[in-house]
């Protein structure tokens, strides 16, 4: 059974510029969530989206966008980076979006904005 | 709003000493309460959950936690430490209609030889 995957593992970016990050959900899994962990600090609730469909969304302005696939597969988009979108961002998996799901990770994608 | 916190941002223990993480959370329904942990350049991996079946909650690597109700408390403990247990762990809850996990800020756990 292959886990949740992330990429790029590392990426570096300058303020103003667009980043498209992926993740691909574990077998079997119709959910994925997205979370920013800034340095020292917990991960924050992004989104969700499930078969497809935004499920829920956190405290994030409209430049945080995202798309999840017919294979469940997704994609984080942030426009306009700003130097505060440092952080490492993970991608959760999970069958069904209800709140006693266990949600599964990706090893993440560490973003640094110059 | 809802919300988790993790008492201690670093604790230290010897190899072979008790373990005792502590969470405490704050929430007006009944919650959904996870411990996961994070090794250094990884992503997180779940080590118990509560879903309001019984309060004391066995998970893996001989990690279990104790929901308390009455303390609002959910507190991560292991008898013994091993120093590959030294790693970043995050409580975390979620709440009835609400997809998404709140998490704390974590506390790193070192262990010395």
């Known amino acids: 059974e292959t886990g949740v995957t992330q990429s790029p593992t590392h990426l570096i970016k300058t303020r103003g510029q667009q980043v498209t990050l992926r993740c691909s959900s574990q077998?079997?899994?119709?959910?994925v969530s997205w979370y920013q962990q800034a340095l020292g600090q917990g991960p924050q609730f992004i989104f969700q989206?499930?078969?497809?469909?935004?499920?829920g969304r956190g405290n994030f302005p409209p430049r945080f966008s995202g798309l999840q696939f017919p294979n469940y597969s997704s994609e984080l988009n942030v426009n306009a980076l700003e130097l505060d979108d440092s952080a490492l961002y993970l991608c959760?998996?999970?069958?069904?979006?209800?709140?006693?799901?266990?949600?599964?990770f990706g090893p993440g994608t560490r973003l640094l904005v110059l | 709003a809802q919300s988790v916190t993790q008492l201690g941002s670093h604790v230290s223990v010897s190899e072979g000493a008790l373990v005792l993480l502590r969470c405490n959370y704050s929430?007006?329904?009944?919650?959904?309460l996870f411990w996961y942990v994070q090794y250094p350049n990884q992503g997180l991996q779940l080590l118990l959950k509560?879903?309001?079946?019984?309060?004391l909650v066995k998970g893996i690597n001989g990690f279990e936690a104790e929901f308390k109700k009455s303390e609002t408390s959910f507190h991560l403990t292991k008898p013994s430490a091993h120093m590959s247990d030294a790693a970043e762990y995050f409580c975390?809850?979620?709440?009835?209609?609400?997809?998404?996990?709140?998490f704390g800020t974590g506390t790193r756990l070192l262990v010395s030889p």
């Open positions: 959760a998996s999970s069958l069904g979006g209800g709140e006693a799901e266990t949600q599964y």
């Open positions: 077998s079997g899994h119709n959910t």
């Open positions: 989206y499930y078969r497809e469909e935004e499920n």
């Open positions: 929430s007006s329904v009944p919650p959904y």
């Open positions: 509560y879903t309001s079946a019984a309060t």
């Open positions: 975390a809850v979620s709440f009835t209609g609400f997809q998404k996990l709140v």
